[in-house]
């Protein structure tokens, strides 16, 4: 049996007629396994953290964490898990340390037990050097390094992240992916929202794709890759047209699908080497000059696209 179990879950505020923000989402977690909720922002990824965290009552299903239901026992899912929010969550005038202590406390931790385990998650987070430093002095990214440490105080089984690199620079970013590995590695479980694909891709044994609420697929990188077949992303730019372009190129033998994006076309096929001359004619035909063509193999935002007609911003 998966270690989180989510069945149905659905989340509407005002109910009747308010904003459906998960609509019947529904996967389980393994223990030991990095599971991913890839998808843009107000996908839903965020809401249904919140309520496999208990912060938010579902309008609809349930989900259980280590046999625990989100609905009848709140409090020892609590228990269970570690959580790491989107926005920072510390006291600023006080120290890395004097933050992870408090949090401490709240865990229900004390004595030689909270010293001991404040010191092991220093060490985890990389900040013994800077534990005396108050955290306003701290980068975005070391503010999230003890974000993560306060979610392991009490050594939780599953650990939620939420967006966790949001907003900071490469190196934080590399450190906390570094880290993340490294907790698995050790045996944690952990659930992980990201509109990066590259992250979902890196970390993750698994990855749920949602959009409006819903999952619209879940598997490995390499299942969902799958799912748009042998085919190649085709990035192409013109010199003026762009709009009559894409209609016209939609109309090119071999091309499954054009969608724009800002300041170029983006195509699906299965066969570039045979699709390209084509998209050159059609080009010269209607008077427009192609500037810049790329191509890429399939990947996860190429998924996506298939499944919603849309790209997946970063």
Not at 104 to 109: D, F, K, S
Not at 158 to 182: C, K, N
Not at 214 to 225: D, F, P, Q, R, S
Not at 269 to 294: C, H, K, Q
């Amino acid at each position: 049996m998966s270690i989180v179990e989510v069945k149905e879950l659905r989340k509407q505020y005002d109910p009747p007629k308010g904003v459906l923000a998960v609509d019947g989402v529904s996967f389980g977690i393994e223990q030991g396994e990095i599971f991913s909720l890839l998808g843009p922002n107000g996908a839903g990824k965020s809401t249904t953290i919140s309520m496999l965290s208990c912060l938010l009552k579902p309008t609809g299903g349930d989900a259980t964490v280590a046999g625990h239901s989100v609905v009848s026992d709140p409090q020892a899912v609590k228990e269970t898990i570690g959580v790491v929010p989107q926005d920072i969550a510390l006291y600023p005038d006080m120290s890395a340390r004097e933050n992870l202590v408090f949090w401490g406390r709240m865990y229900g931790l004390s004595g030689d037990e909270l010293k001991r385990r404040v010191d092991e998650v220093l060490e985890l987070i990389t900040l013994v050097d800077r534990q005396k430093d108050r955290v306003d002095k701290f980068s975005g990214g070391m503010k999230r390094r003890v974000n993560i440490g306060v979610a392991l105080l009490h050594k939780p089984k599953v650990l939620y992240l939420d967006e966790p690199t949001v907003g900071i620079d490469p190196q934080s970013r590399r450190s906390i992916l570094d880290g993340i590995l490294a907790l698995r590695d050790q045996g944690m479980t952990i659930l992980y929202t990201t509109h990066y694909m590259a992250e979902a891709q890196e970390l993750s044994d698994r990855i749920a794709i949602v959009d409006h609420g819903k999952m619209i697929a879940v598997g490995t990188h390499e299942e969902l890759v799958k799912i748009v077949g042998e085919g190649a992303r085709v990035s192409a730019r013109v010199d003026h047209y762009l709009e009559g372009m894409a209609e016209r190129w939609r109309e090119v033998k071999g091309v499954e699908k054009v969608e724009i994006e800002e300041d170029e076309a983006v195509l699906l096929t299965e066969d570039p080497n045979e699709v390209l001359p084509r998209l050159f004619e059609a080009a010269a035909t209607a008077g427009s000059r192609i500037t810049e063509i790329n191509v890429t193999e399939p990947n996860l935002e190429m998924v996506f696209l298939h499944l919603t007609g849309r790209a997946l911003r970063e």
